[in-house]
């Protein structure tokens, strides 16, 4: 297909909500393609200045958020499958591999290669705030994948490390986090809003390959280079708004 070029397809999104499903294709020869399901058929390109690593849609289907290899992050407004540039704005200092949007769509988040992971109000575009991974800067702290919860009344942001650490911050003030590291049994001093589900492996760096809250937001999921783990969010905590728990 056509979508799939031959510069190297960098993400895949499906995109649902209240409209019919479609693929959004993020490439390396700077366009987003957006396909349709499940015939794969072209629906709308749109080009951009430089290489494309993630594309995401708002739940409410009004708004998309685009990152690739600058700093530069680009909104579009979104009436089926036509989409209007409406603002580019500037994340970090560095180049950007991942968005994603509240469950409400008025906010979203871009994880960058520097280490950094921003919030924006779409209603003002004003940064609402601005988080640094554990380990910090461009290598192994380096930010490759950001989810919010996408229902209920768990209001979490998670975004995971190039190796070894997924966060995971309480949005309702985004003072309160807690890293977890993947592949063992060690916890960070950070209030606790999970519980592992999963078996725990040595003590050693791992490679996070992806990262995916459950629809209902009752579990968080890791990849890893051999095995997924599943992380139980602590949603009776949640519920209660003078706990500090989360997972």
């Not at 693929?23 to 399901?37: A, G, W, Y």
């Not at 600058?70 to 409406?86: A, H, M, Q």
């Not at 704005?89 to 560095?94: C, F, G, K, R, V």
């Not at 702290?141 to 989810?147: E, I, Q, T």
Request: net charge negative.
């Amino acid at each position: 297909s056509a979508a799939f070029a031959d510069d190297g397809v960098t993400s895949l999104n499906i995109t649902s909500g209240l409209e019919l499903p479609r693929l959004l294709v993020c490439n390396n020869d700077h366009t987003v393609r957006l396909m349709s399901l499940p015939s794969l058929e072209l629906v709308t390109e749109l080009k951009f200045p430089t290489a494309v690593n993630y594309a995401a849609v708002s739940p409410d289907g009004t708004k998309m958020c685009v990152v690739g290899d600058t700093n530069e992050v680009f909104l579009f407004s979104k009436r089926g499958d036509t989409f209007e540039k409406i603002s580019v704005l500037t994340a970090s200092n560095d180049a950007s591999f991942s968005c994603d949007w509240s469950q409400s769509s008025e906010q979203f988040a871009v994880g960058s290669q520097d280490g950094y992971v921003t919030v924006w109000d779409i209603r003002s575009q004003q940064k609402m705030a601005q988080l640094e991974t554990f380990q910090h800067g461009r290598s192994r702290g380096a930010c490759r994948n950001v989810k919010f919860s996408p229902s209920g009344s768990i209001d979490l942001l998670a975004f995971s490390e190039h190796t070894s650490y997924v966060n995971i911050v309480d949005t309702r003030s985004f003072e309160k986090r807690q890293v977890l590291r993947v592949g063992s049994d060690s916890f960070s001093d950070f209030p606790d809003f999970f519980a592992p589900e999963s078996p725990t492996f040595a003590s050693q760096d791992m490679q996070i390959t992806g990262l995916r809250f459950a629809p209902d937001s009752s579990s968080l999921f890791v990849g890893l280079e051999e095995s997924i783990l599943e992380y139980t969010v602590d949603r009776i905590g949640r519920y209660s708004f003078a706990s500090s728990e989360i997972i």
